[in-house]
């Protein structure tokens, strides 16, 4: 729950893509997608990763943790359901959108959770499109 450190990573992120000259489009997806993906792990992950490598035809990132897995992913994935506390709610997070949002912005979204084991979300962004209109 380190909720000074989340956010970093995706902002360093959108400096560096925008500094490659990629769509502005683009990279505002990444961000947004990188942030709510920085978040989860701040919020349910109990420490993690995120990891973005960039090739001639994509980007990608991937969010590991350590956290007590995702139980009903397709729960986990309907625009306002969380299973933040009462805490985190207060402070202004756990709104429930962050998997929504990751998908949302991503072309395409592989998770891999199971209660006890902690999630994997691996994104992928073509560079070879901005994506649809957002």
Request: charged letters at 25%; aromatic letters at 6%.
């Amino acid at each position: 729950m380190d909720f000074s450190a989340a956010g970093k990573a995706s902002t360093e992120a959108k400096r560096f893509l925008a500094r490659l000259g990629l769509d502005q489009n683009l990279v505002k997806r990444i961000a947004i997608a990188m942030y709510e993906g920085e978040m989860n792990i701040a919020i349910h992950g109990g420490g993690g990763s995120a990891e973005l490598e960039i090739s001639t035809d994509k980007v990608e990132i991937l969010f590991q943790d350590k956290g007590p897995g995702i139980a009903d992913l397709e729960l986990a994935m309907t625009e306002g359901y969380s299973t933040a506390s009462e805490e985190v709610r207060s402070m202004g997070f756990g709104a429930g959108m962050g998997m929504p949002n990751m998908k949302r912005n991503a072309d395409s979204m592989i998770v891999d959770s199971e209660p006890g084991a902690g999630t994997r979300i691996s994104l992928m962004f073509n560079l070879s499109k901005t994506g649809p209109e957002r």
